[in-house]
């Protein structure tokens, strides 16, 4: 059934269902797209790294080969030194250096210049045997960056050759094009060289730049390769774009499911407001049988919903419901204006247990008091003894107003049992705090009991707890005679369920008690 007007609220939970995915996609393709950035930029570094590694094992054999001519003259050398200058790629010029003076090189032949005025910069204050330095330019090629790589030995004498910038840069820039990168790559503490302008860079803080700095293991080569803000929103559309269409089913499928489930929601509401105006509820009474006494002293108030269709909705199912949509108070209200009504017809013996369930929230409720006093004022014609059974649940939080209500309401008359036993999650505190004076075994630990003779460790735990607190106890859902020896022989005095008599329908309550008290049936009851 569809509720009449769709609160402002269901929209929002509408909107939120549907923006959920969407907004799931756009997070998850980001991270992605920015996991994608980082794996290109390692394949880049890696490549770039492996080719300046690749150069410069060629420049340490280079240099290694021309230590050979250590104390040669350069003038019979010098041929030898062209060669090696011209015939190998890479190399701009190779030499001999003595004491921080070229004596010979490739390009000039004999010559004295300092190896620093070559370069144009001092040496590095401190390097070891074979090094190697970046540098903007040299004398002989001012405006092209080259690296120089030396071998040096003890007594002054180095061995050097000196690799062209432009390859480095050459390949650095391939690589950057490709994916819009900034490149720079630098020897030793030298100069950096850059696959663009440096005046270009992107800034490594902006938003959406990734950089990943990597240094060589074998050589003093340090890469620094950053991505831009336009890479990672390219990779973020490429991966947008294969899964949104999947957010967007997802959406739909999320509001459509959040839609229906609001229909149920709010249908919920309404209907049982409606069924509470139609009278579609009624309550079934299920006798409890004492076992001391051995009359039926006792019955349990459980409610019932028939719809006009004639089907029956589960208890378990509409009260959930009605606690979750904030019904339980006004059905329950409505429960013991029934429970009045029914008792017209009845002839109980004065202090008779009717007990009825109540929920968590009618506890708290402001009107709670007034009311059970007002349901126990209903009935006062029978003089029942009118038992509260409240879940685990209700008593969580040792609510200090609650435990006052109940101790005025048991000053009263009024008894207190607690429902459903061991199956709520909460401390066993409260059974001291609350004033309390049975306990209900749920049946699901009455289903563990195998044998007359043998042993349920819960079971047994719960019933010697109840004990040692001065509780009385009432086992439900006792189905068999094999259960309720059991029980009987570990002193329970109240039982409840199916082997005695099912549920039944007001009318019949009265005289069922009459016709069983006294004599109790030997065979479960077929009711
Ligand atoms: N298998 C089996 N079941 C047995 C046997 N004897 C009794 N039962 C069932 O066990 C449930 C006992 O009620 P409960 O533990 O208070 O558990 C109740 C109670 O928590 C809740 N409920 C029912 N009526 C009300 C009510 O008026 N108010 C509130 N707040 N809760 C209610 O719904 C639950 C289910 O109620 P029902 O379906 O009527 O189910 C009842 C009863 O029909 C048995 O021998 N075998």
């Not at 004596?103 to 401190?126: K, N, W, Y």
């Not at 004398?139 to 030995?153: I, Q, T, Y």
């Not at 503490?189 to 005046?199: H, I, L, Q, R, T």
């Not at 108070?329 to 009504?341: D, E, H, K, W």
């Amino acid at each position: 059934m569809l509720a009449t007007e769709k609160p402002r609220h269901d929209l929002r939970w509408l909107v939120a269902a549907g923006l959920i995915p969407i907004l799931l996609c756009l997070l998850f393709t980001l991270l992605e797209a920015g996991q994608m950035v980082k794996r290109q930029l390692a394949v880049t570094s890696s490549m770039l790294m492996s080719q300046a590694e690749n150069i410069s094992d060629r420049a340490r054999v280079m240099t290694a080969s021309l230590q050979e001519y250590k104390n040669h003259r350069c003038a019979d050398i010098k041929d030898e030194l062209q060669e090696y200058g011209s015939m190998h790629p890479y190399f701009r010029s190779v030499g001999l250096i003595e004491n921080g003076n070229v004596i010979c090189s490739s390009t000039f032949g004999e010559r004295q210049d300092s190896i620093e005025d070559i370069i144009r910069r001092p040496l590095p204050p401190e390097h070891k045997d074979l090094w190697s330095l970046s540098v903007a330019g040299t004398s002989g090629v001012n405006n092209r960056p080259a690296v120089l790589f030396m071998h040096e030995d003890r007594d002054g004498f180095a061995s050097y050759a000196l690799v062209d910038g432009q390859y480095f840069i050459d390949f650095i820039w391939a690589a950057g094009m490709r994916h819009d990168y900034d490149i720079s790559m630098k020897f030793g503490d030298g100069f950096a060289m850059f696959s663009g302008v440096p005046a270009t860079r992107q800034s490594d803080k902006q938003w959406g730049n990734h950089t990943l700095n990597t240094h060589s293991d074998r050589y003093a080569i340090t890469l620094n390769v950053t991505s831009s803000r336009s890479e990672l929103l390219y990779n973020w559309r490429q991966v947008l774009l294969s899964l949104m269409p999947m957010a967007l089913i997802l959406s739909l499928l999320f509001v459509a499911l959040t839609s229906n489930w609001l229909k149920r929601k709010s249908s919920f509401r309404d209907e049982i407001r409606r069924g509470i105006e139609r009278s579609e509820f009624s309550v079934h009474y299920q006798p409890v049988f004492n076992l001391q006494t051995q009359k039926f002293s006792g019955a349990e108030a459980l409610m019932r919903w028939q719809r006009p269709d004639g089907h029956w909705v589960r208890p378990d199912v509409f009260i959930s419901a009605a606690e979750s949509e904030g019904m339980i108070v006004p059905l329950t209200r409505y429960l013991l204006q029934r429970v009045i009504q029914d008792s017209a017809q009845w002839q109980l013996e004065p202090g008779f247990h009717l007990s009825v369930n109540l929920a968590a929230e009618h506890l708290q409720h402001d009107e709670f008091m007034s009311d059970i006093r007002a349901f126990a004022a209903g009935m006062d014609h029978l003089k029942p003894t009118i038992t509260l059974e409240l879940t685990e649940r209700s008593l969580i939080g040792e609510d200090r107003m609650v435990s006052q209500r109940l101790a005025e309401l048991r000053r009263e008359g009024i008894i207190i049992a607690i429902d459903d036993f061991g199956t709520g999650h909460c401390a066993l505190s409260y059974l001291q705090t609350f004033p309390l004076d049975y306990l209900k075994i749920d049946r699901g630990f009455v289903n563990t009991i195998e044998s007359v003779d043998g042993e349920t460790p819960v079971l047994d735990a719960i019933i010697s707890l109840a004990d040692k607190l001065a509780l009385k106890v009432v086992a439900e859902g006792v189905e068999n005679e094999m259960q309720l020896r059991y029980l009987q022989n570990h002193g329970v005095s109240f039982i409840q369920g199916y082997y005695f008599a099912r549920p039944m329908e007001s009318a019949v309550l009265s005289e069922w008690l009459q016709e069983h008290n006294g004599s109790v049936p030997q065979e479960p009851t077929t009711r």
